[in-house]
Structure formats: C-alpha cells, structure tokens
C-alpha cells in the first residue's frame, strides 16, 4: 500500500508556543488530506479537510485560526497549532486519499504525538 | 451522513477463543466499511475493508467481517485470540469520493491466557 509520514513523531512544547506537523504522501499524489484528533483514550475525531490548493475546511467547533492547514503541494499538507496550550496535547493522524485506488483508499500516518507544557 | 456504533467498550476474552468485535453502522450512501487495530501509542493499522463485491472479507491476522446490509453491521471476528491481539480495535464508515472515515468509539480488546 501507499505510505504517508509524518514529522515529527512526536514533540513537546512549551504552553504559547506553535508546532508545525508535516503530513506527506510519498508514493501518490493526494489532492485531499484529512487531519483527524484522538485524545487518551478517545476515537479519532475528523478536525478538517485539506485540499491541494485551496482553503482548508474545518470541523464544526474546530478554531480555523488556531490550527492552521496548508496543502501548498500535491503529496504537502501542514498543521500549525498556534499559541499551544496543554488542553491542545493531543495525539494528532493524518490521512491523505489516493485517488489513483479506484475507490478513493485512504492512507493513515504513524501520528503526531504533542505535549504541551 | 454516516456514524458507526460499536457495541461495548471493551471486551475480554481467554486466549484461544473466539474474537466478536460489534459494529454498526448508519449511512445515507453505500457504505465503505473498516476496521483498523491500534496497539498503545501507535498509529492506525489497516485489518480489512469492503468497499463492493464479496460481502465476507478477510483481513490480516486471521481476522474476518461480513457486510449484512441488512442489519447495518460489519462485526469482526478471528476464531482463535492470541495474546497479541491485545489492542483497540475501531471500526470506520465513509461514503465514496473524498469523503472521510469516520470512526466508532473503539473497543478495547483484552485477551486472558
């Protein structure tokens, strides 16, 4: 299957700080990508769609200015926690979509594990 | 729009004996239906999917699901437990295109010796 990466794996910050997270499909391109959200114990939560070129679209109570998308490339999308806070320590997956798969298959990312202090 | 239910929080069973991992689902569309194993502080592991066709589908692991439409479920089984089947198990719906999966709450697999 195809893989995707993330960097880093894993990252700890001080509370104000702003983390970047790098998602990337390394064999397809992706015109899509998905950045979900799983606390401790929790199931993965949809945070925003990405598409390649254009404005991100966010999940319903998900702060747009706090956690900024960029899918400035074909196999690129970023995630910028700004101003981080420890309610924001969180294990953080993106998916990106293959379209050449024939039904659309998405691929996971190990994740990012964020604490902030 | 589709949501995924799945039936107990956690599951306990002896080593040995049969896995049944509950999951239904509700979806507006034909469904594309997962589930995915997550071992502590990892990443999600693809188990098997259907998408169209046979509606029994073989995973790895010895792990296997069956598409009832009828009853909007996509149960997972493995006839045997083994310790290392351990893990959070969560089951996910989408729909076709672009659309994302979404996830049940999990469950929680122990496997007693």
């Known amino acids: 299957g195809a893989v995707v990466s993330q960097h880093p794996s894993w990252v700890i910050c001080k509370s104000g700080t702003s983390v970047k997270i790098e998602c990337r499909s390394l064999d397809f391109q992706a015109t899509t990508m998905f950045w979900y959200r799983q606390f401790p114990k929790q199931s993965l939560m949809l945070m925003a769609t990405?598409?390649?070129?254009?404005?991100?679209?966010?999940e319903q109570g998900v702060e747009k200015d706090k956690f900024l998308i960029n899918h400035a490339s074909l196999t690129l999308s970023t995630l910028t926690v700004t101003s981080a806070h420890p309610e924001d320590s969180s294990f953080y997956i993106c998916?990106?979509?293959?379209?050449?798969?024939?039904?659309?298959?998405?691929?996971f990312g190990p994740g990012t594990r964020l604490t902030v202090l | 729009a589709q949501s995924v239910t799945q039936l107990g929080s956690h599951v306990s069973v002896s080593e040995g004996a049969l896995v049944l991992l509950r999951c239904n689902y509700s979806s507006s569309v034909p469904p594309y239906l997962f589930w995915y194993v997550q071992y502590p502080n990892q990443g999600l592991q693809l188990l098997l999917k259907?998408?169209?066709?046979?509606?029994l589908v073989k995973g790895i692991n010895g792990f296997e699901a069956e598409f009832k439409k009828s009853e909007t479920s996509f149960h997972l089984t493995k006839p045997s437990a083994h310790m290392s089947d351990a893990a959070e198990y969560f089951c996910?719906?989408?729909?076709?295109?672009?659309?994302?999966?979404?996830f049940g709450k999990g469950t929680r697999l122990s496997v007693i010796a």
């Open positions: 990405s598409n390649e070129g254009s404005k991100a679209t966010y």
């Open positions: 998916s990106a979509v293959d379209p050449g798969t024939g039904y659309n298959e998405q691929f």
């Open positions: 259907y998408t169209t066709g046979a509606t």
């Open positions: 996910a719906v989408r729909g076709s295109g672009n659309t994302p999966l979404v």
